[in-house]
Each structure stands twice: as C-alpha cells, then as structure tokens.
C-alpha cells in the first residue's frame, strides 16, 4: 500500500491541489459564489442611485420654483395642497382613475 503511495505520489497531490483550488474558486472569499453575489447587490445599488438622483432633481427644480423667480402658480397649488384652501363658486371634481 506505502508503495502504491509513493509510486503515485504525484497524481495524488496534483488531485489534491486541484480540489483545493476548484472549491476555493467556487466559494472563497474571492470565489464565483460570492461574485454573483456582490453583483447583484451593485446592481440593487445603482437602481437605487438612480432613483435617488431623481428625486434630487425634482426637490432641486421645486426650490428653484420657490426661491430664484417665484412662481405662483406653483405657490398656489402648494397652498391648496397643504391648507385644503379653495376659492367661493369653485366646484372639485374628483377623478378617479
């Protein structure tokens, strides 16, 4: 049996190493696991970037309605969303979708 070993020494730790290397591929810290992974959180980040770049956008063109040139149309609608606020003989009509 020692003999046996000794005679495929090599073929034995080459299969060893293989084996060691293959399954650290799959699931290390570095591995093909945890890549998928990582992937789908980037992706999951930069729809969320998106979004949030979008909202700046609009927060950013609703201050500019309310400091650089007021519009008050826009003060207006804010008002009458904020305080219910409507005018005499002013008839609401509610669409539902």
Do not use: W
């Amino acid at each position: 049996m020692l003999k046996k070993i000794k005679n495929n020494y090599f073929i034995l730790i080459s299969t060893f190493l293989v084996l060691y290397f293959f399954f650290n591929l799959m699931s290390g810290n570095r591995g093909m696991i945890s890549y998928l992974k990582k992937n789908e959180i980037l992706i999951n980040l930069k729809i969320k970037e998106v979004n949030l770049i979008k909202k700046i956008e609009e927060l950013e063109h609703k201050n500019s309605l309310l400091s650089d040139n007021l519009d008050l149309d826009y003060v207006e609608t804010l008002i009458r969303e904020r305080f219910l606020f409507g005018k005499e003989d002013e008839k609401i009509y509610i669409i539902k979708k």
